[in-house]
């Protein structure tokens, strides 16, 4: 499945867009238009780039906890460090190991939710942005053919972005 995204600066221009690929004969169920009044994001499926930096969070704590443990737990061991001294040597290791997972946890939340929060959601966090702004997407999806078809017509319009994408098959 082709995309081709096109950022008009206000409804008047992504109506009349719309009308126009409307009289070339593109299909209406293959346009949408995405913005205030219409679609939201959301219910257009853009990603949103908090569920994607939860994600990343929840994966990369799933490794990081158990090493920053054992991280920890070594480095105590190693160095012989009385955090507590009535803990005694195992309740210290231990402690010390407690402490590595929490930093694992941390940096989970940090690393990985920044980087599923601005590299994991692709454009979507840019075009989210552009709604927000009170921009308006038209999006018209289909084979190539019919994207070729739009890509002109869209043009005259002057949209600020023009962007075309292929949904890769996995």
């Given at each position: ?7 008009l600066?206000?409804?008047i ?80 290791h ?55 078809a ?21």
């Open positions: 499945m082709n995309y081709l995204v096109a950022v600066a206000d409804r221009r992504a109506e009349a867009a719309y009308s126009a690929l409307e009289e070339k004969g593109l299909p209406n169920q293959q346009i949408s238009i995405v913005g205030a009044g219409y679609q939201s994001a959301d219910e257009f499926g853009l990603i949103d780039p908090n569920s994607q930096a939860g994600k990343r969070s929840g994966q990369l704590a799933y490794w990081l906890i158990p090493f920053g443990f054992a991280a920890g737990y070594l480095f105590n061991l190693l160095t012989g460090i009385e955090i507590i001294g009535w803990l005694g040597p195992l309740g210290n231990l402690l010390g190991g407690l402490l590595g997972a929490v930093s694992a946890i941390l940096g989970a939340l940090f690393v990985g939710g920044a980087v599923g929060w601005t590299v994991g959601s692709g454009d979507a966090l840019v075009y989210r942005n552009r709604i927000n702004s009170g921009k308006y997407l038209i999006v018209v999806k289909g084979d190539e053919s019919i994207v070729q739009a890509t002109p017509i869209l043009r005259q319009f002057e949209p600020e972005n023009l962007q075309g994408y292929t949904e890769s098959t996995k």
